[in-house]
């Protein structure tokens, strides 16, 4: 399942590339949304690039426990992840991934508009400042739990993996 998700961050193609990232909001309302899975590293942790000015961005400063779903459909197999999340907008990895990736297609994080912002005309959302501080950000997700749903007919194999601070328990589940 891992090596679904490590494959999905190069292989534009792959399902688990775009994933549903749940946030709660302030009246403790889930939202959901589909976003771009940038980079998985061995240590559990998910990146997303997004504008710092988003919904997500403030409701993760709220509450930054958030959930990630994953669906690969020719495979049937689904993976939820349960994680804490942190906004990054400075750094060393920042620099780097804005310069090789962000700063590629500098448009989604140049809008003089903020997402989700009213707008009269559609094409209004289509102001950019080319040369104003980027709204780029990193999501850092760390998996506090991770659980693996393979279906098969009528038998299903689900396992899920309790991550707590180094430590790992792995255990098999009814599906």
Known sequence: MVNQVRVAVTERGHPFRYVTLATVTKNRSPRQRIVV????????EFTIYTDSRSDKVNQ???NDS????FYHSNKRLQLRVNGIAS???????????????????PHPYTSVTPPGA???????????????????????????RMEFLQLDGTEHIRA?????DKEETTRWITP
């Open 118 to 144: 009213e707008i009269e005309n559609p094409r209004d959302a289509y102001y950019w400042d080319l040369n104003a501080s980027p709204n780029f950000c990193l999501i850092k997700i760390k998996a506090t």
């Open 60 to 62: 993760i400063l709220e």
């Open 160 to 164: 899920e993996k309790m991550i707590h």
């Open 37 to 44: 899975l940038r980079d998985f590293a061995e240590s559990l």
């Open 87 to 105: 906004i990054v907008k400075e750094g060393e990895e920042y620099n780097r991934d804005w310069k090789n990736y962000g700063s590629k297609n």
């Open 66 to 69: 958030i959930s990630l779903l």
